[in-house]
């Protein structure tokens, strides 16, 4: 029962969580898109009263006249829309999200003891140490002289990242570090918006409502941490999806894919933004490409040669299912924390086995991340007898 309530708190979590994110990115996009496509006003009027730029657009059924103030209007209007709950609520429900999937059941999703054997409290200090470590590491970069120049602040923090990489996926589950290193990305985002962007527009608003010039430092180190969320957008997205694809993130080397997908994603995004301005780079689009590719050959599965050829029946493979995946992969699993067969996919009778015979074969030998955590103690022979098996035909006798 609390297994099933579980799975209903997680199913509204993750709904939350995508439709807020989807309003935050969603005006982010909108914004830069906006911002980079503004042409100069074309009534004299406009100009004289501080319009910098405008644009028209047609969207359901109606058209729209934006304008952008140099500055800000003479007077400012009643109402002033703010943009900054999307991104507090994507923080909020997907650190929730964070807490119940992997540290509740950390030693199921977070822990793999093969790469570290952490205690269940361990793994979560570091993973929550990791998010406060990073954001404290980023605030102070930025802050610092060094974040006055923008080139050498950035390789600077893609060397950071590149450590942050490296380093989760040597104390959790390759989807334990895949996730806290979006994490990671995703409580920058939400704090450049809470620590900077929001207060700097807060200091905006006053100075005009009392007359002063505003502090164009503001706007200098705000347009800088947009400038960051906007290249983070798309590696963060990725490794929040990437959980499901346990070959990529189980492989050996997965941080370096990790790596070579966040640096596909930036350029990518540098790309569309370059569109928008008119003037895009085919070779910033083609390097991202490459790095996908790259990071698609990295961790594709090679089959190693078969080292014996020892005869395996059917009979072997079902006792070490039985053992190993059948409390979780069953109809009714036995391991508490599940309510119902993980992706429904179940191992109870002899058909069942078969007709997923390449997909036991790809969790539990070409990439060893099933059992989940190894928490049912599966040996290397028995995933060499399950190797054996299927490269003879994964026969059913
Ligand atoms: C502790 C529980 C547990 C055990 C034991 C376990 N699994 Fe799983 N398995 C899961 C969960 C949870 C998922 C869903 C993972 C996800 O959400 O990506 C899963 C998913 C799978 C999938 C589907 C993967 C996909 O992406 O379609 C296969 C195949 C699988 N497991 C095979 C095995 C095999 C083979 C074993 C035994 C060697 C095993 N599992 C043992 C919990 C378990």
């Given at each position: 029962m609390e297994a099933y309530l579980l799975d209903w708190v997680s199913?509204?979590?993750?709904?939350?969580?995508?439709?807020?994110?989807?309003?935050?990115?969603?005006a982010s996009f909108y914004f830069i898109w906006l911002d980079n496509s503004l042409q100069p006003p074309v009534r004299v009027e406009d100009a004289a009263r501080g319009v910098g730029g405008e644009l028209w657009a047609i969207h359901g059924g109606g058209i729209y006249h934006a304008q952008k103030y140099r500055l800000a209007p003479e007077v400012m209007p009643a109402t002033l829309h703010w943009f900054k709950w999307e991104a507090y609520w994507t923080w909020m429900s997907g650190f929730s999200l964070l807490t119940l999937l992997y540290y509740v059941n950390a030693e199921t999703y977070l822990i793999d003891p093969s790469v570290m054997a952490l205690s269940k409290w361990q793994a979560i200090g570091i993973g929550v140490g990791a998010l406060l470590a990073g954001i404290t590491i980023y605030e102070g970069l930025c802050r610092s002289p060094l974040g006055r120049h923008e080139t050498a602040l950035a390789g600077v923090l893609g060397v950071m990242l590149i450590m942050a990489a490296w380093g989760l996926a040597h104390v959790f589950s390759g989807r334990g570090a895949f996730i806290h290193f979006g994490a990671l990305l995703a409580t920058i985002m939400a704090g450049n918006v809470a620590n900077v962007i929001i207060p700097g527009q807060r200091a905006l608003v006053r100075a005009i409502e009392e007359g002063r010039a505003p502090d164009p430092a503001n706007a200098i180190r705000a347009k800088q941490r947009s400038v960051h969320n906007t290249y983070f957008t798309l590696p963060a997205i990725f490794t929040m999806i990437s959980g499901h694809y346990a070959g990529l993130h189980g492989n050996r080397l997965a941080w370096i894919a990790l790596v070579l997908i966040v640096v596909a994603g930036a350029l990518i995004r540098v790309w569309f933004v370059q569109r928008h301005k008119g003037s895009a780079s085919s070779v910033v689009l083609a390097v991202g490409l490459l790095a996908l590719a790259a990071a698609a050959f990295l961790?594709?599965?090679?089959?190693?040669?078969?080292?014996?050829?020892?005869?395996?029946?059917f009979l072997q493979v079902q006792q070490v299912i039985v053992?190993?995946?059948?409390?979780?992969?069953?109809?009714?699993?036995?391991?508490?924390?599940?309510?119902?067969?993980?992706?429904?996919?179940?191992?109870?009778?002899?058909?069942?086995?078969?007709?997923?015979?390449?997909?036991?074969?790809?969790?539990?030998?070409?990439?060893?991340v099933m059992p989940l955590g190894n928490l049912t103690a599966m040996t290397d022979d028995e995933r060499a007898l399950i190797d054996a098996w299927f490269r003879a035909g994964a026969k059913g006798e």
């Open positions: 199913l509204l979590l993750r709904w939350t969580h995508v439709i807020v994110a989807m309003a935050w990115i969603g961790v594709a599965p090679h089959v190693a040669p078969q080292q014996n050829s020892r005869q395996v029946s053992q190993r995946c059948v409390s979780c992969h069953a109809d009714k699993p036995a391991q508490s924390g599940f309510a119902a067969a993980p992706k429904g996919v179940m191992f109870e009778t002899r058909e069942q086995i078969i007709r997923h015979a390449a997909d036991i074969y790809r969790q539990s030998v070409s990439t060893r």
